[in-house]
């Protein structure tokens, strides 16, 4: 049975933007620019006081009626946390680039994120969003790849790890792509002069894995699952779905060539509403505005991104389906992207049934 081609709800084929980023940065108040060290280290210290409390409450009622309800909140607020050090890693916290290292640190490596291994290939994320050649993650396979791939590569790829990858990225980088790891200095990730930042960041790292096996060994690898486990998968799960969500729409256009630059890139990506997880999350769900301007605190994105709809007309995009209707109409529609053109979309599977 094939499906039907995706309608798009804007037009594909807009032409060059009309607008430059200085226009779009001057339609921004000044304010949203800058960071307040004081709300931002309320956002870091609410966080880490409700992951104490819900950690507070699963000890104290310890009923496996309560587990799965802790796994799914304190989740999610490792979720929140790791939002936070994501401003860190941007320089959008302060500043103060040694309290973005600090709280970056202190923020990531409880949920094993390692920061400045992270920081720097999501930085590579940034200057190359929307570039199928350059882009860091979540960028399309091109068809002959796609009809290349075993069965069991697409089933891993686009079905069993869709929502799990993340810990493997850390390890492996994305596919196609030179390998690397995000814990070693010497990964074609990172530069030379940045060699130090990663070590530091590997050392926590190692520190706080030798520190869940030190737990672990005193009271059994239930603790482990009840207390961490359960809310590390939780977390993975929101940290792709997210990434996946902004990222993977059959309403985003990729680019190659002289044809993609970094405005082009930056406005290849498309807001969510969360709901009520909008105020746990800090507003992730504002991401045109947060690719064009990086280095702006979460907590101005709202602001930025009402400001600028008018300038970005049709540039600017959101959802007006739900999370789950969205997931579900990406991960069915959106497998590759044709060989050629230097503006693609993606293309569901069935469209190879029709050749």
């Known amino acids: 049975m094939q499906t039907s081609p995706v309608k798009l709800s804007y037009p594909a084929e807009l032409a060059e933007p009309p607008f430059t980023l200085a226009q779009i940065k001057a339609a921004i108040p000044a304010s949203c620019f800058e960071p307040s060290v ?8 609410l966080d880490v006081s409700v992951i ?8 104290y009622l310890n009923s496996w009626f309560f587990w799965p309800i802790f796994w799914l909140m304190q989740g999610t607020m490792f979720w929140a946390l790791f939002v936070v050090g994501h401003d860190c890693g941007h320089g959008s916290f302060s500043k103060k680039k040694w309290l973005n290292d600090l709280i ?7 949920i094993l994120v390692p920061y400045h291994g992270w920081r720097i290939s ?16 979540w960028y399309p396979v091109t068809e002959s790849k796609y009809k290349q791939m075993a069965w069991w ?5 686009f079905d069993l790890a869709l929502l799990f ?16 790891s995000h814990f070693h200095p010497g990964s074609p990730l990172f530069k030379p002069s940045e060699k130090w930042d990663v070590l530091t960041s590997t050392a926590c790292l190692t520190l706080m894995i030798g520190l869940l096996g030190f737990l672990t060994y005193e009271w059994g690898w239930m603790w482990l699952v009840k207390y961490y486990l ?3 998968v939780v977390f993975v799960v929101w940290l792709d779905l997210v990434t996946f969500l902004h990222h993977t729409d059959p309403e985003i256009p990729w680019y190659r060539g002289k044809d993609w630059y970094f405005l082009k890139g930056a406005l290849s990506t498309i807001d969510h509403d969360y709901g009520f997880i909008n105020n746990i999350h800090h507003n ?26 008018p300038i970005l007309g049709d540039y600017y995009r959101k959802s007006e389906r739900s999370v789950f209707s969205a997931f579900l109409r990406s991960y069915k529609t959106c497998h590759f992207v044709k060989d050629t053109g230097s503006k693609v979309y993606y293309t569901p599977k069935s469209e190879l049934e029709k050749g």
């Open 38 to 45: 004081w709300k931002s280290l309320s956002y870091f210290f």
């Open 52 to 59: 104490s409390i819900l950690y507070a409450a699963a000890y």
């Open 104 to 110: 970056g640190h202190l923020s990531h490596t409880p």
């Open 122 to 137: 999501h930085r590579t994320h940034h200057q190359n969003t929307g570039n199928i050649d350059t882009d860091e993650s």
């Open 153 to 157: 590569e697409k089933y891993l790829r």
């Open 165 to 180: 990858v993340y810990p493997l990225y850390l390890f492996k980088r994305s596919p196609e792509r030179p390998g690397g």
């Open 230 to 232: 359960g809310p590390y």
């Open 284 to 309: 992730i769900g504002t991401h045109v505005a947060h690719h064009i301007f990086l280095n702006m605190p979460h907590y101005h994105l709202k602001t930025a991104t009402e400001a600028i709809k």
